[in-house]
């Protein structure tokens, strides 16, 4: 088990190096000036330009700039931006902050939604609930997220006013981003969920369980349950680090002050330590998360070696 | 847009299954794995639809010129932002164009770009788990290693980066989604063929004595394919929906391309104004993507039908 | 449906909690009499220290925390603040300054020639790589400071506690206007050295507001009013600045101002035929015409635009007044001229004669003697994600079916789309637009069409703002001969001559567009509200009802 993590670490940092590197030798390869304009329609006074490449090292190559990167992420420091001049992280840090209360809403409807669903699905099997489920979950799949952002837009916040059209960070205003962003993810944990429930509840243990006269209730909670659960969490756990690219077109749609409204802000104008910032913490966080889930799953599933 | 990828990645490995609500009858004695497949498939209402209507779209974008009413790109100043009417089926947007014959011709970049894109996935995929299997270890573990990088990369961020250096513009789209699709895609294929090659019935043929060769082509290959197909067909789907996502978000295709993602972002302005503007393309988005994940559906359904 | 209203309820609950507060604290603030809050929403400012300040969010902050030594009037002309008077000498590169005696900054430190000298070294030294530090470039001393050569700024000199002197590089009538901007502000000596974190976000100024707190960072900013003020103090209490998310901030602010929650607001541009006939009617629908223009850049060296011809044929097959009404809903009107009507003295308009109307015969006629051939390719770049998308695209169909060019529309976010217009070879045309930072033709003609204005590098990038590379000797000397005349009317004729040459025969630059400017404002709540040269609410001008 040590030595797994060991070496499952090791793999974790090349993949979040790898990542940065990439990311790093693209924005290297872009036309354009990172600190030659501002924005608007004036070019920044070529002065001013030198002193802010060589303030950022924007002078030197790439391997070298990737090593200053690399040193000082280390420490912490992911740099300067380059409009305001203030700290990556104590720009993003509230970012961060919306972007995980977007994530954790939309995980909380994932579970409450995506389980329940599937597990009345898997137990009354065929019937009227059974076949609304799964019509319900085929059709969101085929829904984008920014389709279902402008029905909800156009419907909650227009016509009925429920909802702001535009999120003011209160939690009101969280309510459409983190449905849209769940919805698709609500539907794929309801289709697991009653897969590995139809699965287990034919698996022999369960036959046994209920042939040696076990109430109902016991069978259903300490066997069906607790197995079927297992890729379920899997899943989310997987998914909570893919949730960074459904955030990223979700925060677009609704306004919501994130890091992947952030990024594609950065992106326009290419403020290159903010695209930087947001993807590490987005690869770090999609692989630190990938191992926990591969760590829970051998500790829930003694069946697994870990080799 | 990751949905559907991130669907498959665990859902290949733990077997996700899916309830059809078609009806399922045991299939006649003595028919060959290739028959079986097609008749459990074509018994599945659902799978027939989404065939319907993908062929549906296959059609609309090979007849687009002849189905269109106006030119997609013809200009009327004078007529902005018309409601629908008998001239203009689905109205007309803030340039005065025809969003009907848009919609239409929508259809191609669709097409193009979902099949495209994962076309050069499974190139570029198979080529490498080629490598990866005839040099063996080393280079095996170097390629699964840049793979996890690739697949650290949510789908929409990496493809902005590639599509920022190489400018917008269709062909900066499908390369840029094949780049940050093939590992997820390289993936997928390795598990379902080895899923296959692992089955029960697989190891009775053997038993029983059949040639190798029978049982690669009667038993191995549908299936195999089947399982390809299936996955083909949900990629394919979720690839259009992340070409009109990147589109959406203004890193896609030309504004003045007829499309659907550019069409339902430049409706944002008019949102409870002039919604005719992005319900239309939003329809045929659905419709695109739905008749996709019914085919995949079905194809999954008709190779492992215990799970219904 | 329970738990959305509840959701509903409770949110409203903390509004009509916040409300009660603020109703308390004008009372207090005010001692019964007037005294109101004047709320607002902008995106986050890149800077409100004066050292760095440069877009009008920041604009809007900075000039309220400090005042210099002018201010700009709507209709172009000065007004002096702390200036009481401003004298040139003969030859023009010599400026003398009086200023106000005995006002203070907010922390009781003078303001005097000293607190000048101490704000426009802070800004051009070379550690505070001001963006808006090269507005003094014509100051002697410039250069030494700015490469850090030197820590002094040798053009400037106390003559007396309240007399400041400026030596210019070279002749300039019209340096008293520049001093407008708001990187000419006085700082006291606390500021420290321009990168200082501490007052970047909490400046201490001598305006006719202070900062209650200091910026909260993409949330909000707030000035209540300087009671020990040098000037006419302000009449409301606070102003609340709400910091909105840039790419919804235009509807936040309709939004808001529908709501109650603000007291002035930009609208997004569909909705605007709706809010005029809304909120016109009840006098709280602001226009002004302010000092920008729309145009076309053309590239003047290269072909197919490197020909006067050319550029005429491109210009006459535009319909301006059709793209007006189809895009802009009739909110936008068609410029016939590069300088902006709030110029009064040199404003002229009907100077660009193929802005005048489309001429499809003319610009047939133009395109044959530039041989310019139906199928041949024209590039049309622009910015994206600004909201140009939409009329760029009617602009170039216009083009195509005029002349039967091919329009390549190439749409780059605003850094690339920068360094492909600078590249050495750039060719076609680019959607452009220019703001004035203050009211002098020579802020338009200089950098936009004067040789000086191409600052090309070793590489052949135009670094400048002349990025179309318009180079005409005649026209160069007219604007020298222009700064070097004492006299305003000779030398708004001198302006009006170049801008012919170069506008007109020239057709250096395609005109599109007036820049006018709507605002929704509270008129019920406030008088004398209005959109000031800066595009911004006079904030220190206004009295609550």
Known sequence: MGKYVIRRIGQMVIVLFGATLILFACLFVLPGDPVGSLGGDKARDPAVVQELRERYGLDKPLVEQYGNYVTNLVKGDLGEDYTQRRQVTEVLGPKLQNTAKLALAAIVLDVVIGMLAGLIAALFRYSFWDVLVTLLTTLAIGFPSFVIGSIFQSQFAVKLGWFPLISDGSFNSLIMPAVTLAIIDAALVARLMRGTMLEVLRADYVKTAVAKGLPRRTVLFKHVLRNSVIPVVTYIGISFGGLLGGALITEAIFNWDGIGFALVTAIQQQNNPIIVGVVTYGVAVFVVLNLLVDLLYAMLDPRIRLS | MTELAKSQGPGAATAEPAAATGTAEPAPARITQWGEIRHRFMANRLAVVGLVLVLLLFLTAALAPLIATHDPYAQDLGNTLASPSGDHWFGTDALGRDQFSRVIYGSRIAVVVGLASIFLACLIGLVLGALAGYFGKTVDTVIMRIADIFFAFPLLIGAIVIILVMGRGVMPVILSLAIFSWATVSRLLRSSILSVREMDYVTAAKALGASTSRIIIRHIMPNSIAAVMSFIAFSVGTAIVAEASLSYLGVGVSPEVPEWGNMISSARDFMGVKDFLWMYPSVAIVLTVLGFVFVGDGLRDALDPKLR | ?545
Request: aromatic share 10%; with cysteine; proline share 5%.
């Open chain 3, 1 to 545: 449906m329970r738990g959305v209203k509840s959701a509903k309820w409770v949110v409203g609950a903390i509004v009509v909690a916040m409300a009660a507060t603020a109703c308390g604290g004008n009372n207090n603030d005010s001692g019964g009499k007037g005294g109101a809050t004047f709320r607002l929403g902008i995106t986050e400012p890149v800077a409100i220290d004066p050292v760095n300040s440069q877009e009008s969010e920041g604009g809007l902050v900075t000039h309220n925390l400090f005042t210099g030594l002018y201010r700009v009037n709507t209709d172009g002309t000065l007004k002096p603040m702390l200036a009481t008077s401003g004298t040139a000498n003969d030859k023009g590169d010599e400026w003398t300054f009086e200023i106000k005696k005995d006002t203070k900054f907010s922390n009781g430190e003078p303001v005097n020639a000293e607190a000048f000298i101490r704000g426009w070294t802070r800004a051009v030294a070379k550690s505070s790589a001001s963006d808006v530090a090269y507005h003094m470039n014509e100051i002697d001393g410039f250069k030494d400071l700015n490469s850090g050569k030197s820590d002094k700024f040798s053009g400037l000199s106390a003559a007396g506690e309240y007399t400041l002197k400026v030596k210019l590089s070279k002749p300039d009538f019209e340096f008293n206007k520049r001093t407008a901007h708001s990187v000419f502000s006085p700082v006291p000596k606390v500021a420290g050295a321009g990168d200082n974190k501490s007052f970047n976000d909490a400046p201490i100024g001598n305006g006719p507001f202070k900062m209650e707190g200091s910026w909260q960072h993409n949330q909000k900013i707030t000035l209540v009013r300087n009671d020990d003020y040098g000037l006419d103090k302000a009449k409301i209490d606070k102003v609340e600045i709400s910091i909105l998310n840039p790419s919804s901030s235009v509807t936040l602010e309709y939004k808001g101002f529908e709501s109650g929650q603000f007291d002035w607001a930009r609208m997004p541009t569909p909705q605007m035929p709706v809010a005029k006939a809304k909120y016109e009617p009840q006098k709280e629908w602001l226009k002004y015409d302010s000092s920008g223009i729309n145009y076309v850049q053309a590239f003047n060296t290269e072909s197919p635009m490197n020909s006067a011809d050319a550029r005429k044929a491109i210009s006459y097959a535009i319909d301006r007044e059709q793209i007006a009404k189809g895009v802009f809903q009739g909110l936008y009107e068609p410029a016939t001229a590069l300088l902006p009507p709030t110029f009064k003295d040199v404003y002229k308009p009907d100077v660009c004669s193929s802005c005048m109307k489309q001429d499809k015969d003319k610009a047939k006629q133009y395109a044959e003697k530039a041989g310019l051939k139906p199928g041949d390719t024209l590039d049309f770049g622009y910015n994206t994600g600004a909201g140009h998308e939409e009329w760029v695209q009617a602009v170039a169909k216009q083009i195509e079916d005029v002349l039967g060019l091919k329009v390549k529309l190439n749409g780059l976010p605003f850094k690339e789309a920068l360094a492909k217009q600078q590249e050495k070879g750039a060719k076609g045309i680019w959607r452009s637009a220019w703001s004035a930072d203050y009211p002098t033709a020579d802020n338009f003609l200089s950098p936009l069409l004067s040789t000086d204005g191409i600052n090309p590098d070793a590489n052949g990038k135009a670094l400048g703002d002349n990025r179309g590379r318009y180079s005409n000797p005649k026209f160069d000397e007219m604007l020298v001969k222009a700064r070097e005349t004492k006299d305003a009317g000779e030398r708004a004729k001198i302006y009006n001559e170049a801008e012919k040459l170069a506008v007109d025969e020239d057709q250096a630059l395609i005109p599109l567009w007036k820049r006018s400017q709507y605002r929704l404002a509270n008129t019920k709540k406030f008088d004398g509200l209005e959109i000031n040269f800066q595009e911004e609410p006079n904030l220190a001008e206004i009295s609550p009802k």
